[in-house]
């Protein structure tokens, strides 16, 4: 960091101002929310993984989606249960740092496939003949290498700007984890060359994709709407609001968390709008995904039965 040497060589992650009967009974919640939700993530992949008919692209981007959930979630979770029953809240520099790239690693890379899969539904509902050929399995790992690719890459550059920023105190981050924007807050030199770098990348990964995800729901419910069949049109909507509560969830709230300004949400909101993010969204997609979706419930159903049958066979 050359003569910007930074000061600090810790930070405080200061989580809610409860007292500390509340901290522990959030403690255990959170925690069997945490494991909720690696252990309904992890099934959804594994069916995925094992079950042949759900080798489409539709649950190779699902796939994804899981494998970002569980990282998303395992990156902040662990470091705030502990901090919900330790009085030394400390996070070294290095390791605030890393927890903010990838912190919006993931983050981005979540924006960019849920955007995958919203075209993947355009292409099977509204250009139907032409699915296979469209969405061809070269086509959908561009599309997640670039996802993965472009969420590494825009947090390398948020990274790289926070580390030439001095902090020389406070130490206390306002927030349940290393969050960019509070981080931002203890630095003792201007920010606003980081908060351009910001705005640019919500517009690039929240304004841009969810007006394309718009655009293409406008043709897929236009497209819904001209299906014959009822069974067809049940079945059509059911994939597509799944995928549409989900996109609405995670882009809901961080357009609220970056692009609101400061003076319109309180910190204590903010927090539990990011806590949102990292624990509750984790535990919610694979519900809404195996609840409204009835092939991850018949694959999950096939499974069970192949247990038993192999059980009493054995």
Known sequence: MGGNQSWVTEFILVGFRLSTEMEVF?????????????????TILGLICLDPRLHTPMYFFLSHLAVLD?????????????NLISHRRAISFGLCIIQTFLYLSFAAAECLILVAMSYDRYV??????HYTVIMSWRVCMALVVTSWSFGFILSMVHAILLLRLPFCGPQEVNHLFCEILSVLKLACADTWLNQVVILATCLFV?????????????????????????????????TCSSHLCVVGLFFGIAMLVYMVPDSNRQEEQEKMLSLFHSLFNPVLNPVIYSLRNFQVQGAFHRALQKRTTGGTAG
């Open 26 to 42: 959030l403690f255990w919640i959170f925690s069997l929310l945490y494991i909720f939700s690696l252990l309904a993530n992890g």
């Open 70 to 82: 569980v990282s998303y979630a395992s990156n902040n979770v662990p470091k705030m249960l502990v």
């Open 124 to 129: 099977a509902i509204c250009h139907p003949l």
């Open 206 to 238: 929240l304004v841009g994709p969810l007006s394309l995800m718009l655009v293409s729901y406008m043709n897929i419910l236009w497209a819904i709407l001209r299906i014959q069949s009822g069974e067809g049109r049940i079945k059509a909507f059911s």
